[in-house]
Structures are given as C-alpha cells and as structure tokens.
C-alpha cells in the first residue's frame, strides 16, 4: 500500500500546474515553493545509500536485485562502485556510478566528454529508499544518438565513465552482414539524485511524473563521436570553454550575438 501511495503522490506532483487570482504572484502559484533543496539533496543521497545498500547487482540475470545471503550489496561493491560530487544550481550532488563493464573500443576512442554525442541503450526505473516505485518509464534497446550536453545531468557526467565497443565484422574482418550489432561495449548502472534528473528548480519539470525523483537507469555505451564540434568550425566543442570551467554552454564571447554560445557560433 505504501508503494501504491508513493506512486500517486509522484504522480499528483508531476501533473499539478496551479493558478491563483493573487496579484502578487501574477495568477501562478509554484506547488514547489516550499522546498529546502539543500535538505532535498541530502534527503536523496540518504536514499540512494539505502537502496545500495540493500541490493546487488545480479550478473546472470543482468538485473539489481534485493540483497540476499551470500551476495555482496552495490554500496560494498567498491570494485565497482564510484561516487561523484557533482555542483548543480549552488548545491551538491552525489551521483554513483556502477560499471559492469568498462567497453573496449575499437579503433581505440576515449571516454567521451560531457559535450560529445554518443550511441547508447538504456532502460529506466524510478526508486526510493529500498524500493522501485515503477517498472521501466523509458527504455532503448535498439540504440540512440544524443548528444551529452542535451540530456539530464546525471547522464551528462555518468556517461563519461565509459567507453564504446566495436562494431562487429565477418569472419574476415568485413562488414557484418546482418543487423548493426556492438561487440565489447561499457555497460553499467546510474543512480542518479532528483537534483541532476528532473529538478523542480527548473520550471519545465514541473509536469514531470518523475519530478524531484531519483532514478536509476541501465546504460550501455555502443560508440562515441570524439570531439563533437556542434557548430562545424573545426574545434572541439568541449574545447570552446572560454572561462575554462568545463561547460561550454554558458560560454557567450561574440558581443554582436550575445545570446548564442560558443559552441554554436561558427564565428567564434
């Protein structure tokens, strides 16, 4: 009953848009006002601890299951295990990271950067404290091209742990007659605090059903494009970083078109 409870206050938050006649709010009414983020965000990690503490990662059946006997839990799992601080809106997160497998590229490409594009999987689950608040709210299992500067932050920077596979060829080392397939590809788990999913400090979350959720998603890293250039001038765009601060979207250097960064303006 808890869980069912759960899942409809998630639900109720994620649809509720309300409007008043006060004045002094200009007729909106922000469902989310009273919120501590700062709180909200240690809330979050308390949570995923405990999720991590109780389950395991099941390599038979690919799968986090309910911790048993005999089976190490994700958060004793420090093989394999790691934990970000991540600052996001003047607050940090913590994102944890669990990598089943690194990826072996093939010809050799680097893990990509936050701004590159990259050919993934990935499979999606919402969760609190011990429990999985629902079955997958948004799965790929025939790949996808995005690019890691567009996406929640928790992939933007979980992404990067990884690395891509190869593309399988014949027996004689040709193209493969049959389905696009990846051999050797990173795979791994993202558990990723409410903060770098679908805060309700952003606006555009508030209809969300997933809003101010942590959520955990099953990734696999297929391939990557290095050295993305959005723009096409022949840099980088993880390179177009003029206050050196590692995001390239909040970059603006042309005084004649303040409004477009860097990273997009082929004439900067």
């Not at 501590?36 to 999720?51: P, R, T």
């Not at 006997?69 to 970000?84: C, H, I, V």
């Not at 701004?115 to 790929?140: C, H, I, W």
């Not at 555009?204 to 001038?233: A, G, P, W």
Request: charge should be negative.
């Amino acid at each position: 009953m808890n869980k069912i409870k759960n899942i409809f206050l998630i639900l109720l938050l994620g649809v509720v848009v309300m409007y008043s006649c006060d004045d002094d709010n200009n007729g909106f009414f922000n469902p989310f006002a009273d919120i501590n983020y700062e709180e909200l965000a240690i809330k979050d990690n308390d949570s995923i601890v405990k999720f991590l503490k109780n389950n395991y990662y099941d390599n038979d059946l690919d799968s986090v299951k309910t911790l048993v006997s005999g089976k190490t839990s994700l958060f004793e799992d420090t093989d394999k295990l790691k934990s970000f601080k991540i600052t996001e809106n003047d607050i940090e997160h913590t994102l944890y990271v669990y990598t089943i497998e690194q990826g072996q590229p093939s010809p050799v490409k680097s893990n990509p950067t936050v701004m590159d594009s990259v050919y993934v999987k990935y499979s999606g689950q919402a969760f609190a404290n011990t429990e999985l608040l629902t079955s997958n709210f948004d799965r790929n299992d025939s790949g996808a091209w995005l690019t890691l500067n567009a996406v929640i932050d928790g992939w933007k920077y979980g992404f990067t742990n990884f690395l891509g596979g190869e593309l399988k060829k014949d027996t004689n080392g040709g193209t493969f007659n049959g389905p696009i397939t990846y051999l050797n590809t990173g795979k791994g788990i993202l558990f990723i605090p409410s903060g770098l999913a679908y805060s309700s400090i952003d606006t555009n979350n508030y209809t969300s059903s997933l809003v101010d959720t942590n959520l955990m998603f099953y990734i696999e890293l297929l391939d990557i494009v290095e050295d993305t250039d959005h723009d096409n001038d022949g840099i980088p765009s993880i390179d177009e970083d003029a206050d050196g601060d590692g995001d390239p979207t909040n970059d603006f250097s042309d005084n004649s078109n303040p409004a477009l960064p860097d990273y997009l303006n082929p004439n900067v």
